[in-house]
């Protein structure tokens, strides 16, 4: 694969992006005045993992010249056009472009699915895809695989805002994940708030306590040495307050990514991200 | 039980201190000599010379596993003047080679980067042999930070 | 195949100074770790890397370009970046060579305007 264009994609940018997003939202906005600044200064708070990071690091997320995450894009964007299972169809021959056909559908999950009756995120629906359309077996939890269709699939939503579905068959899932965020675990007696609300902005060893927005998954995390989904992140926080994780895949574990799915609805999706 | 706890744990703590005030100077000169040595191994008979070559590393870096560096080389970089290989050496890894780059005289710009992984807070050395034989040196001192939430 | 992400410019005038960037998916496993089970991890190292360029017109008189020799403490997927003056259209030539016979080619055309 070559690049011929280093920092191609304007929503690289980042700040400068972000901001004049805003801009643009600011002045779409009927009736400006005190609601308006009061949903920007609402949203100004909130901070992507991206703005904890030091600049050595984000400067790996800000060229995709320099993304190791890219390398796990270039699979998925190969598998997308290979015929899979028993159907031999690929991705493409029912989606066709994804550049085109699946802009802004990474932004929408965990999403509800009818087939399942419960809510799924991408890597279930990818592998609905692959059971239901393409007859091929399922990729297991963390396939490297299954991350680079996942990654390929976010970066067609990079620079759009999460959106999670308006469907009230997912506020039992996004209530269940927020009582999960706010319930203490392990022996070490934490929950999700009590670090990344509590005590967000403020050092854990040697890295910032980020908010927890979902902002650029799958990541390339410089810890793993590798791309991760959400989940592994997850299970990361769980293992490290000395609680057993809930099992991948779990109803549980999507009810955690779609609470904060909702939490971090209209932040910009940045996938696929570099996280330390 | 508690205050012999803490008085056995105060005292095992001060033992460790102490030994590490008096074992300190002379463990970090050991050091020293390691990349010095170093150097003047890939130095060959030149001496080698601070200046001239420039290792830009963030002094304080997020993981260990991936961190960026770039060596600058002050040259030409023309078939009569120019930068022949750069070497880069650390103090406390495992093996102290991180990684030796051969550059043509039509270069254009001596400029290397490239990441690399770093056990702990240390000194790294990059070495630059320019096509006259002489060699220069530049080093930095790196903090690696512990990351939290590693993976079980 | 190992997956590679190559930035080089498509175009270039005569004399320029161009960069490139290469990256290569390879977990450059050091040799000094464990599994999750006590286990060594063999190391898997890539070794070697070299870009050469091959002129259009005498694609044999090739030039060495750049190359590396590449340690544990090269950071996994190993990135590299590297100048070099474009005096004609033709080819860069770049390679990967490690342990457990890891071998890949890949080759970037530039063209001379």
Redesign the interface.
């Known amino acids: 694969?070559?690049?011929?264009r280093?920092n191609a994609r304007p929503s690289q940018c980042g700040e400068m992006m972000r901001l004049s997003l805003w801009l643009v939202v600011l002045l779409l906005m009927p009736g400006a005045g005190v609601s308006t600044s009061a949903i920007a200064a609402d949203a100004d708070s909130r901070k992507s993992g991206f703005d904890f990071m030091r600049p050595a690091t984000q400067a790996l997320q800000k060229d995709?010249?320099?993304n190791?995450a890219?390398?796990?894009v270039?699979?998925g964007e190969a598998h997308w056009a290979s015929s899979q299972g028993q159907s031999k169809k690929s991705c493409a021959d029912c989606h066709g472009d994804a550049v085109k056909s699946m802009r802004g559908v990474a932004a929408r999950y965990p999403a509800f699915s009818n087939a399942m009756k419960r809510p799924i995120n991408l890597a279930q629906q990818i592998n609905l895809c692959r059971t239901n359309q393409q007859q091929a077996p399922a990729l297991p939890v963390e396939d490297q695989t299954l991350l680079g269709i996942e990654a390929y699939l976010a970066l067609q939503s990079r620079g759009m805002p999460i959106a999670p579905p308006i469907d009230t068959k997912l506020n039992a899932a996004r209530t269940r994940g927020e009582a999960l965020f706010k319930q203490r675990i392990g022996q070490i007696d934490l929950s999700c708030k009590d670090c990344h609300i509590d005590q967000a902005g403020k050092s854990l060893a040697g890295n910032v306590i980020p908010q927890a927005h979902p902002t650029g998954y799958p990541i390339y995390r410089l810890e793993w040495?590798?791309v991760g989904s959400l989940q592994r992140r997850l299970r990361n926080c769980m293992t490290g307050v000395r609680a057993e994780p809930y099992a991948p895949g779990s109803e549980e574990m999507v009810a955690l990514e779609a609470y904060l799915a909702g939490r971090a609805k209209g932040m910009l999706i940045e996938s696929p991200a570099v996280r330390p | 039980m508690t205050m012999n706890a803490t008085r056995r744990q105060f005292l095992a703590a001060s033992t460790a201190i102490t030994a590490g005030v008096l074992v300190r100077p002379a463990t970090l000169l050991a050091q020293d000599d390691v990349l010095a040595a170093l150097v003047k191994s890939y130095a060959g008979s030149a001496t080698p010379r601070e200046g001239r070559v420039k290792l830009n590393v963030a002094p304080l870096v997020d993981n260990g596993?991936?961190?960026p560096i770039e060596v600058l080389v002050d040259s030409p970089m023309t078939p009569a003047n120019h930068v022949v290989g750069i070497a880069v050496f650390?103090e406390k890894?495992?093996?102290h080679?991180?990684?030796?780059?051969?550059?043509?005289p039509?270069?254009?710009?001596?400029?290397?980067?490239?990441?690399?992984?770093?056990a702990t807070t240390q000194k790294l050395v990059a070495v630059a042999k320019m096509n006259d034989g002489s060699c220069w040196t530049h080093t930095v001192e790196v903090i690696v930070t512990l990351a939290a939430c590693i993976e079980? | 195949m190992a997956?590679?992400?190559?930035?080089?410019?498509?175009t270039a005038k005569r004399g320029e100074?161009?960069?490139i960037?290469v990256?290569?998916?390879h977990?450059m496993e050091?040799g000094?770790r464990r599994s999750?089970e006590g286990a060594m991890l063999a190391r898997d190292l890539i070794r070697r890397f070299v870009c050469r360029f091959e002129p259009n017109t005498t694609p044999s008189s090739h030039?060495?370009?750049?190359?590396?020799?590449?340690?544990?403490?090269?950071?996994?997927?190993?990135?590299?970046?590297?100048?070099?003056?474009v005096?004609s259209s033709g080819v860069f030539v770049m390679q990967w060579d490690g342990d457990n016979g890891f071998a890949q080619t890949e080759r970037?055309a530039i063209t001379v305007r």
């Open positions: 694969m070559v690049l011929r280093p995709d010249s320099q190791p890219m390398l796990w270039k699979d040495q590798g | 596993n991936s961190v650390n890894n495992p093996q080679d991180v990684a030796l780059f051969v550059l043509g039509n270069g254009g710009r001596a400029r290397v980067a490239t990441r690399i992984r770093l079980d | 997956r590679t992400v190559i930035t080089i410019p498509a100074i161009i960069e960037r990256l290569i998916q977990p050091t000094y999750s030039e060495n370009v750049f190359s590396a020799t590449l340690y544990a403490a090269v950071a996994a997927n190993p990135y590299l970046s590297f100048h070099t003056v005096n970037a």
